[in-house]
């Protein structure tokens, strides 16, 4: 299988499946610190391969895919977890889709999983039972007992998504919230983001000011102020703002205010 690594879960998928396979390095972005997303041509791809393994919303390098890779006839399968639902996704140019709920759909304890039927069956023999997708498909999802209350919280989050006129209304909502943050930032002369324009994350926005100190100042009079979680992933420092779905337009409103003041004060 081929594996592009552009932050900490594609890293870990990438070495998890050497375990089972053999495991080529499609496309790295740790040369510039995962600043980018690598471009089409740039990926090393194996017409041979098994399937294409990419992560789509890198929450701590603040990165995201802007386009679906063309992998010919190789599946592609892809950890949606930080970005799914946040715009609309052609399902048919996927493989596998899969996605912890715990960030834009429901509480921990649930994975969605989108399989195209005929790659399923086809598991190494040393796969677990409850690990292989057949077993799901063939038992509607309900081999075990599932966790159904966050089956229930993901119906209701999705009725709410509803409201907001689906996964193509989220988009617009969730694209302005993003760009009103990295506007901000990039009229600032205090703070800046470092990732490459076409490689943003529209649902974590990481941004910095040059200093440790003063970073270290923001988030501590952020904090104050009733913002929580800003404080960048321990790996990269700085700050980051997680503006999954559920964060309301006004929340990030405010956080632009919040910013333009601090830096006015310092
Ligand atoms: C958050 C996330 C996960 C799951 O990590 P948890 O620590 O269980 O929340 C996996 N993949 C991606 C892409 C993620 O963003």
């Known amino acids: 299988a081929d594996y592009a690594v552009t932050g900490n879960f594609s890293n870990i998928a990438y070495k998890e499946a050497q375990k089972y396979g053999q495991i080529s390095l499609a496309a790295s972005s740790a040369d510039r610190n995962h600043t980018y997303i690598p471009a089409q041509d740039q990926l090393k791809l194996d017409p041979g391969a098994s399937y294409f393994y990419y992560c789509a919303n890198n929450t701590i390098y603040g990165t995201e895919w802007q386009y679906v890779p063309d992998t010919g006839d190789v599946p592609i399968v892809c ?45 190494l023999p040393c796969t677990p039972l409850m690990m292989n997708y057949k077993t799901m498909i063939d038992k509607d999802s309900m081999y075990n007992t599932p966790p159904c209350w966050c089956i229930y919280m993901l119906g209701l989050v999705l009725e709410w998504l509803e409201g ?53 100042k923001f988030v501590k009079e952020s904090t104050a102020a009733g913002f929580t979680n800003l404080k ?21 409103e405010k956080l632009c205010d919040f910013i333009k003041a601090f830096e006015r004060a310092n």
């Open 164 to 216: 907001q006129g689906g996964v193509p209304g989220m988009e617009a909502i969730k694209h302005g919230k993003a760009s009103m943050l990295y506007d901000v930032i990039d009229n600032s002369r205090l703070f800046t983001c470092a990732v490459e324009k076409d490689s943003r994350s529209d649902m974590n926005v990481v941004f910095r000011t040059g200093s440790d100190e003063l970073d270290a």
């Open 232 to 252: 960048g992933h321990r790996s990269v420092g700085g700050m980051r703002a997680s503006i999954y779905n559920a964060m309301p337009v006004e929340g990030v």
């Open 79 to 123: 950890d949606m977890s930080s970005d799914i639902l946040s715009r609309p996704v052609d399902v048919s140019k996927y493989g596998i889709i899969f996605a912890g709920a715990q960030k834009n759909m429901a509480p921990a304890g649930l994975t969605v999983a989108i399989v195209r039927e005929d790659l399923a069956g086809h598991e």
